[in-house]
């Protein structure tokens, strides 16, 4: 994955899930099967998740412009969500597709 990719995760604040999992922090693997990051893309998006995840683990949406890092669809985490990977576009916190 892209060093900008790379470089967004790691500065991203812990999860605010430390009532139950103290020691949270996002993966530095994305999850590709909802993610669509482009660096030539005026937008892309890559979908990270907590180490050790489950099915219900929070995700984060972290939202690149032509490879520089904007930041978070949203302040707080959200349920696990998907691309289309082709014609993808954010709006209102929901991923819709054209």
Known sequence: MATAVQTAISQMPPPQ???TIP?????PQIWSPGSNYDP???LS???ITIER???SSPMQALMFHRGVF???R????SAP???DPLQACVTSGRVTTS
């Open 81 to 83: 969500r998907a691309l």
């Open 53 to 55: 995840a489950t099915g």
């Open 17 to 19: 899930i430390a009532a």
């Open 74 to 77: 949203t302040a707080g985490m």
């Open 40 to 42: 030539c893309a005026d």
């Open 70 to 72: 904007l930041g978070t």
């Open 45 to 47: 998006t890559v979908l």
């Open 23 to 27: 020691d949270a922090r996002w993966s």
